[in-house]
């Protein structure tokens, strides 16, 4: 970080670094022209810890980040602090709470990508009833729930036509629900909840959204260390 002299605007932590508020702080305070920030998990940073570092980027454009309990209070926070913000990935569950959440203090969010997450058809039905500058949507692989008339939940298979045409005014649409598709075979058998260890160290980090597919960015190692620590 010291090298950089504050030049960094792109940082991609792997889904296995469980940050601390002090980690976070120190790379914030040393980060002020961040612009995209990739963290997959943050169960160990506080409200008042993100929210600090939200208040630091404020060139933040992009973020990707986990499911969390109450997230309205980091969109206001990015609200308040990212004016040139329009990029979100969101990784784990999405709810009502959550896109009211979106749809209330990012309203000219331009892209979302929800890829491997469980979604409820009432928050995919919020977004595309009220997000009305939303150009690109991912809900590719995701285990869509709707609640039925007995309060049961159910796995939605196959969009209805009033939701596939809600989507259609969208740039981009990236949806699967194939039995057949390895990703939305994981996603059933993890129950909705991807279990991203069990699976390829790339899995976690593709998406059908190009500006948010990885590639080779975000490894732990690179190819030479993968063979020196393997298990046979």
Not at 45 to 54: N, R, V, W, Y
Not at 180 to 186: D, E, L, N, Y
Request: glycine share 4%.
């Amino acid at each position: 970080m010291a090298i950089s002299c504050g030049s960094v605007n792109c940082m991609i932590f792997h889904y296995n670094l469980y940050m601390k508020d002090e980690h976070l702080h120190f790379i914030s305070e040393r980060s002020p022209h961040l612009k995209r920030l990739v963290m997959p998990a943050w169960n160990r940073i506080t409200k008042l810890g993100i929210c600090q570092a939200i208040q630091r980027w404020q060139e933040l454009e992009s973020l990707t980040m986990p499911t969390i309990g109450h997230p309205p209070y980091i969109m206001e926070e990015i609200a308040r602090s990212c004016k040139n913000f329009t990029e979100l990935k969101i990784m784990g569950s999405f709810d009502l709470l959550f896109a009211s959440a979106i749809s209330q203090y990012l309203p000219k969010l331009k892209v979302l990508s929800l890829r491997c997450s469980k979604v409820t058809m009432g928050a995919l039905l919020c977004l595309l009833t009220s997000m009305e500058y939303l150009e690109i949507l991912n809900i590719s692989h995701c285990l869509l729930l709707d609640i039925t008339a007995n309060g049961k939940r159910q796995v939605i298979h196959d969009l209805d036509d009033q939701t596939l045409e809600k989507a259609s005014r969208l740039r981009e649409f990236h949806y699967c629900q194939s039995r057949s598709c390895t990703a939305c075979q994981r996603m059933m058998v993890d129950e909705g909840i991807m279990r991203w260890y069990r699976y390829e160290d790339w899995f976690w980090r593709q998406d059908e959204v190009r500006s948010l597919d990885l590639q080779d960015y975000g490894k732990l190692f690179d190819a030479g260390c993968e063979r020196l620590t393997s298990v046979d």
